[in-house]
């Protein structure tokens, strides 16, 4: 196998403080800093801080700017090449006053005071999809970060300096990675995506040494494996998609890491997979962190036709459900409806559809509490006209909620599309076994407060405009507040309970927003492209 090298970028200032994240700290969160993927385990990207609230938020500044070099050169292996960086769009974490920023093949540490660098390093890639990057894990005195090109990198915190690479999956099969690897105590979870015909899978790699403790796949491999007769065949499943792409939770009661998986294979065309299920494809699973053993999934697009990846960021809350205390699991997913579970059995509790508009399944769910799809909106050479889009009401960008208000916060987007049987693309199908018409006319982007108990919006909010983009992720904080971006690039501050704006800033949002105190001071940071902007009080 060919070694792919990395390369460690100049020094530019010295590095602060220890930079060291003990993994059980994770479960008791330090709230003046933002250790992992969501900010803790449950996925709520709620944070304690208060310092900024609903009284002072008019007063919040930019305490500065940081702007990431436009491109890199680097040499070595076929020549020198120049590579743009692309854009922050994954979740920054901030450990002992500094801050681990990624783009694709990227890592920067950054000073969280001031934006300066510490070091910057930078993976030599062989190609492959550079989508995004979703962020780094941090283990105690390393860093790791996935490449597209499906290599797990071990860096030291403090200096930036290779360790070691693993290869996650074969770049030859077409498979990509983006997901934040995530540190649970000594095991570092790490998944990867195909949008050919490969299986999805959740890999445990020990943080040491780097070597696969378990791999759970997200479709039956093999004769015996549980959910094969949901297939044709053995073949049909082993090349059945489900990837896995985007962090999940974990409840550390239970060590069940929840998350979901992607859209069967070939996404548009179901006749090879047969007509059952597909599972575990567009599913909320949960996986024992120490045997990588499925203990429970509940299925959000059986048999799913139209790209409804149901690979979003699942929310654990300790709620109330009917009058007594429950342990939930929330998530809403792109083919337009929320859901809720009891998240230590999986029990279906909830299911609602956002939106009117939403059109692919039918008005009564399956007996499981699961949409039913209307055969007539599957992919047809005369073409169906679809809602919602394969972007989905929602995508992989992180909800937030609120243990003050009881409500699960999330952009949305209302979108329609053509699906088409047939393609003239000379590249093929690509994996989909059809083709869409995208861009078609919207109803826009809103911002949704969700009361769980009756999967009614509690609120909303309207985006200015008709555009069917998808905007960045949001966060909660004690102060009342929820920060979020919207479709034209402003970050808003609103009251959490009425929706209100109290404050906005036009930066280009490009990921989620997220906060941390430091030397006594709270701040509120974002990305806009490949600017980060850190914002506090005057």
């Not at 792109?334 to 399944?361: C, I, Q």
């Not at 909010?461 to 909660?476: C, S």
Request: aromatic share 10%; charged share 15%.
């Amino acid at each position: 196998m060919m070694r792919v090298a990395g390369v460690l970028m100049a020094l530019v200032v010295g590095s602060a403080s220890a930079q060291s994240l003990d993994p059980s700290s994770i479960v008791h969160r330090d709230v003046k800093a933002w250790p992992t993927y969501s900010g803790d385990y449950t996925g709520q990207r709620y944070s304690p801080i208060a310092q900024i609230n609903t009284s002072n938020v008019k007063a919040l500044v930019q305490a500065w700017s940081a702007k990431l070099p436009g491109e890199v050169t680097h040499s070595g292996g076929v020549g020198t090449t120049v590579a743009p960086l692309g854009r922050v769009s994954g979740s920054i974490v901030q450990v002992d006053g500094v801050l681990f920023v990624t783009t694709p093949d990227n890592v920067w540490s950054m000073d969280a005071a001031t934006g300066k660098v510490n070091w910057h390093y930078q993976w030599k890639t062989r190609g492959g999809t550079h989508i995004g990057n979703r962020g780094v894990g941090v283990w105690h005195d390393r860093v790791f970060f996935e490449t597209p090109d499906n290599y797990l990198v071990a860096l030291s915190a403090k200096t930036g300096e290779e360790i070691w690479h693993k290869e996650i999956a074969s770049f030859d099969l077409q498979y990509f990675s983006t997901m934040a690897p995530h540190v649970i105590g000594d095991h570092l979870l790490v998944g990867t995506g195909n949008d050919l015909d490969e299986p999805g899978m959740l890999q445990s790699f020990n943080p040491q040494t780097g070597d696969v403790e378990w791999t759970w796949y997200a479709t039956p491999m093999k004769k015996g494996d549980a959910g094969l007769e949901t297939w044709a065949s053995v073949d049909a499943a082993s090349h059945g998609g489900g990837n896995v792409w985007v962090n999940g939770s974990y409840d550390p009661e239970t060590h069940l890491y929840i998350f979901g998986t992607g859209n069967p294979s070939a996404a548009f065309t179901s006749q090879l997979r047969g007509p059952g299920a597909n599972l575990y494809t567009c599913s909320t699973v949960a996986v024992n962190v120490d045997t990588g053993k499925l203990a429970w999934y509940y299925q959000t697009s059986p048999h799913d036709t139209h790209d409804y990846d149901s690979a979003q960021t699942q929310v654990l809350v300790d709620g109330t459900w009917q009058g007594k205390p429950r342990k939930l699991v929330m998530t809403m997913a792109r083919n337009g409806y929320f859901f809720v579970l009891d998240r230590v059995t999986g029990e279906h509790l909830l299911t609602s559809k956002m939106f009117a508009s939403t059109n692919w399944a039918e008005e009564a769910l399956d007996s499981k509490g699961a949409p039913v799809r209307i055969p007539a909106k599957d992919f047809d050479f005369a073409g169906a006209l679809v809602s919602p889009s394969t972007q989905g009401i929602v995508n992989w960008q992180p909800p937030a909620y609120s243990p003050q208000t009881g409500l699960f916060y999330v952009n949305t987007s209302e979108t329609w599309e053509m699906f088409y049987l047939a393609t003239t693309d000379p590249r093929g199908a690509m994996g989909l076994g059809g083709e869409q018409l995208m861009n078609l006319p919207s109803n826009g982007g809103w911002l949704l407060a969700i009361d769980y108990t009756t999967g009614k919006p509690r609120w909303k909010h309207r985006y200015p405009g008709v555009t069917g983009a998808l905007a960045a992720g949001v966060m909660t904080t004690a102060g009342h507040l929820l920060f979020a971006p919207d479709i034209h690039g402003n970050l808003i501050a609103y009251n959490a309970a009425t929706g209100r704006q109290l404050w906005h800033q036009h930066i280009s949002a490009s990921n989620a927003p997220e906060t941390f105190v430091l030397h006594g001071k709270q701040y509120v940071l974002a990305a806009g492209g490949d600017t980060l902007y850190a914002f506090a009080l005057k």
